[in-house]
């Protein structure tokens, strides 16, 4: 199994800033995508950044002021917010889709797994 944690939420002031770390771990042989959504009180879970192996995209939001990059060696992902505002407050999820090593059946399927998410809160 593949397990994905999120670290680096907290409060942040408007127009300050604030990295979020995400780290896959497990069995995986390879990992084809890893990203951030987000889930503000009443709204539904929307993208906020995903990266592949060649491309990144953003939410209409947040272009511009978050930036998404990967270590590959590190199966880990982050995402930089700068100058965030209050209605950036939400639930950040990361997401990590992939394949692993199925040993026990010689195969290797994909996985599609989420964190259990990281609280953002920006005020002053």
């Known amino acids: 199994q593949v397990h994905v944690v999120e670290s680096g939420g907290g409060l942040v002031q408007p127009g300050g800033s604030l990295r979020l770390s995400c780290a896959a771990s497990?069995?995986?042989?390879?990992?084809?995508?890893m990203g951030w959504y987000r889930q503000a009180p009443g709204k539904q879970r929307e993208l906020v950044a995903v990266?592949?192996?060649?491309?990144?995209k953003y939410g209409d939001s947040v272009k511009g002021r978050f930036t998404i990059s990967r270590d590959n060696a590190k199966n880990t992902v982050y995402l930089e917010m700068n100058s965030p505002e209050p209605e950036n407050t939400a639930v950040y999820y990361c997401?990590?889709?992939?394949?692993?090593?199925?040993?026990?059946?010689?195969?290797?399927?994909?996985?599609?797994?989420w964190g259990q998410g990281t609280q953002v809160t920006v005020s002053s």
């Open positions: 990266i592949t192996t060649g491309s990144t």
């Open positions: 997401n990590a889709r992939g394949s692993f090593y199925d040993t026990r059946h010689g195969r290797e399927p994909d996985f599609d797994s």
């Open positions: 497990g069995s995986i042989s390879s990992i084809y995508a």
